[in-house]
């Protein structure tokens, strides 16, 4: 049973325009999110959090949103560039006091010069 | 630069034969993870250390079994491979457990089983 769920595997983007990455989630007990990228031969690395106390935090060309009534979150890449393409896995974690984290599947991000 | 390094990159094992991964890292964190990625599949925590205790999730198989020898090294055995067990392994590395503090991640080993 996925807990963490992002439902596209794929997204193509153009470069300059807007690139929107969807993951939502199953457990209420999930209290802190993550976004990691992946390229090809590397591991994942960290990319931008969230707690749920809060419905956005941005960094740069990355903004996450977080909307816990819907248990949806959202990266949104603005403006995507070739460098952006990667896998991009969506985690979260119970939380204060808890080392776990639950990842999705990922998404593979195009983005087409 | 500080970073988790992974080695080998690259593991071919016959079935049945034990296999030995290993991790180290130069970031002087606290935690050491294990993690199972199979193709197109999510990370799988398969156990951590926290400095030198050991912590092993649930349904981790008893085929799989970790060494920390140090706060630098941390290695994955798997003692008898199935060819289920082919899969991307992935170390991490956190500062400490008391928050969800950002895991650092190595660039994993593909294992293959024949």
């Known amino acids: 049973d996925q807990q963490v769920k992002q439902n596209s595997p794929s997204l193509s983007v153009q470069e300059g325009r807007i690139s929107i990455l969807n993951c939502d989630y199953t457990n209420s007990m999930f209290d802190y999110f993550l976004w990691y990228k992946k390229y090809p031969a590397e591991g994942p690395t960290f990319l931008i959090s969230i707690s749920s106390i809060k419905d956005k935090n941005e960094d740069g060309r990355f903004t996450v949103f977080l909307n816990k009534s819907a248990k949806h979150l959202s990266l949104h890449i603005v403006p995507s560039q070739p460098g952006d393409s990667a896998v991009y896995f969506c985690?979260?974690?119970?939380?204060?006091?808890?080392?776990?984290?639950?990842f999705g599947k990922g998404t593979k991000l195009s983005v087409i010069p | 630069d500080a970073m988790v390094i992974q080695n080998p990159r690259y593991q071919v094992t016959q079935f049945g034969k034990p296999v030995t991964l290993s991790c180290s890292q130069t970031?002087?964190?606290?935690?050491m993870y294990w993690y199972q990625q199979k193709s197109s599949q999510a990370p799988k925590l398969l156990f951590h250390y926290y400095d030198k205790d050991f912590n092993n999730e649930a349904d981790t198989p008893d085929n799989f079994q970790s060494r920390r020898p140090n706060t630098s090294f941390c290695f994955l055995d798997i003692r008898s491979p199935g060819l289920g067990d082919a899969a991307m392994y992935l170390c991490a590395t956190s500062r400490d457990l008391l928050q969800p503090y950002e895991q650092y991640f190595g660039p994993g080993t593909r294992l293959t089983v024949t």
């Open positions: 970031l002087n964190h606290n935690v």
């Open positions: 985690a979260a974690s119970p939380g204060a006091g808890s080392y776990q984290l639950t």
